[in-house]
């Protein structure tokens, strides 16, 4: 609804059957609002801006939860396998204790045998005690480690510590993105200018011509009608040849009229439509005439605009940064990566011993990761050479595009000179045209002059208001070329 108030209130405004004028300034302003393509061109630098988002989350730590439930098919068990215990040296102080009882009662003492013969006794008894202990058998043991159902939650995150760089070439990446976003939406106004402009003018030059040439088969048409008015008279100036020769020419020229019309009626349409406006709208300039223009400026000083502010230059230059950072991604496959990371683990399971005891339910882990790249298969060595070439084709696309805007900018610049001096000499022609119409008519008047020389004069002052007019057009045209390709006004040309 805002693009079609805007477009009433600035062109197309009806009133009682008129139309409200425009200007160029005003059609530009109101293309710049409602044309499909800076839609497009607005669009794409969001996409931008949105991918160079993604890239600095890389710089953040990630956190995540998971949950995960299962049900086995069994309760998860150990197997203890029989095995057969012996006491061995264990049983050693109990086989002690039951020797020097048996000595003490068969009263056999230190003191009464003497030291070394009851040591000699203790050490045989207690051997004795030893054989009689016999080994534990003990059977196959089914342990039950935990439930079938369990619920396993994980808060778990991470954070790079460092990447070797690639995180860094990967925002800068995104940054001349961003760059080239805009330059291409910078690129698209331009190209919404010169078109609004042309067929401004388009609309301005194809009214003129229509009005010359409606002139002009008024003029033929009253020449018509006094060689016709003579030749009734018994007038031996006019011959019948050419009485038949001028209505030839005023039947061709209405034939002319039709047809400037039907390109005034296109030129209408197609500069609405590059307006954002609808099919049907009416929009009438205001200028009765193309302007004219008086070309100069210093060409070198354009070409070097061009080449620094041209957006098609500025892609290419945010291109050739992208593309170092690129190198610079690729050379990171070399080297470590460091990642610091944590978890907070809870368990809950239907059974509540085992491994899902209370102590074994909740846990954190927290530590660091380092990746250090070994072998990769020489897949690192040829991205980095890809990326390294890919720099060098744009910086060869680089000098190419500058000697094209160089080129092109040139071609502008001359031909809006000679647009230039046309429109002027052709404006010289045009007054003498005039005049010279002026006088046959007034001869022809007095019948001192033949009707195919004021035939003559009428059709040359046609042709060459004309080329007039479309000289001038031709001259607005190159100047809103050259401004799109130096990418901003002309004010030192105008």
């Known amino acids: 609804m805002a693009r079609f108030r805007v477009g009433l209130g600035l062109l197309v405004s009806v009133v009682a059957g008129a139309v409200t004028p425009s200007t160029l300034d005003q059609c530009i302003e109101q293309a710049l609002k409602a044309n499909r393509s800076r839609a497009v061109a607005e669009a794409t630098q969001r996409v931008a801006e949105a991918q160079l988002q993604e890239a600095l989350s890389a710089r953040w730590p990630e956190a995540g939860l998971e949950l995960t439930g299962t049900r086995r098919d069994q309760n998860p068990d150990f197997i203890f396998p029989s095995s057969t215990l012996s006491l061995g ?26 030291l070394t013969a009851y040591n000699t006794q203790l050490a045989a008894a207690t051997q004795a005690a030893m054989a ?40 800068r990446q995104a940054r001349a ?19 609004v402009r ?28 006094v060689a016709e008015r003579l030749t009734q008279g018994g007038s031996g100036k006019v011959k019948r040849t050419d009485l038949l020769r001028t209505r030839m020419l005023v ?7 039709v047809l400037l019309r039907s390109n005034q009626e296109l030129a209408t349409t197609a500069l609405a439509n590059a307006m954002g406006l609808p099919w049907d709208a009416t929009v009438l300039p205001a200028e009765e005439e193309v302007p004219e223009l008086d070309p100069g400026g210093d060409l070198p000083a354009l070409v070097g605009q061009a080449q620094s502010l041209n957006p098609m230059a500025l892609q290419v230059g945010y291109g050739l940064a992208a593309a170092e950072a690129g190198v610079d991604k690729a050379r990171a496959g070399h080297l470590p990566v460091v990642v610091l990371f944590g978890s907070l683990d809870r368990i809950d399971n239907s059974y509540h011993a085992g491994l899902t005891s209370e102590q074994n339910r909740n846990s954190w882990t927290f530590g660091i990761r380092v990746q250090v790249p070994l072998f990769s298969g020489f897949r690192v060595e040829n991205e980095i ?3 390294v070439a890919r720099k060098d084709q744009l910086g060869q696309q680089q000098l190419i595009l500058d000697e094209a805007l160089g080129a092109q900018v040139k071609q502008a610049f001359l031909e809006l000179a000679r647009a230039g001096q046309q429109s002027r000499a052709t404006a010289e022609a045009l007054a003498a045209a005039r005049d010279n119409r002026e006088q046959h008519e007034r001869a ?44 901003e006004s002309l004010s030192t040309t105008r």
């Open 177 to 195: 993105g961003v760059a080239v976003a805009k330059a291409q939406a910078r690129a698209t106004d331009l190209q919404i200018v010169q078109d």
């Open 444 to 487: 022809y008047l007095e019948e001192q002059v033949e009707t195919k020389d004021v035939v003559e004069a009428q059709l040359t002052e046609l042709f060459i208001a004309g080329q007039h007019q479309q000289a001038r057009y031709e001259a607005q045209c190159f100047q809103g070329q050259l401004q799109a390709l130096i990418g």
């Open 385 to 387: 050479r890809e990326a």
């Open 198 to 225: 042309r067929y401004y003018y388009g609309c301005v030059l194809t009214r003129r011509l229509r009005a010359i040439g409606q002139d002009g088969l008024d003029r033929l048409q009253f020449i018509l009608d």
């Open 132 to 171: 009689q202990f016999p080994a534990i058998a003990t059977p196959v043991t089914d342990i039950q480690l935990a439930g079938r159902d369990t619920l396993v939650s994980s808060l778990t995150a991470h954070m790079p510590l460092y990447t070797g760089g690639r995180v860094s070439a990967l925002v």
């Open 89 to 114: 040296a264990a049983a050693t102080p109990i086989a002690e204790a039951v020797a020097a009882t048996q000595l003490s009662k068969a009263g056999i003492t230190p003191g009464t045998a003497g």
């Open 251 to 257: 039947a061709s020229l209405k034939s002319l009229v």
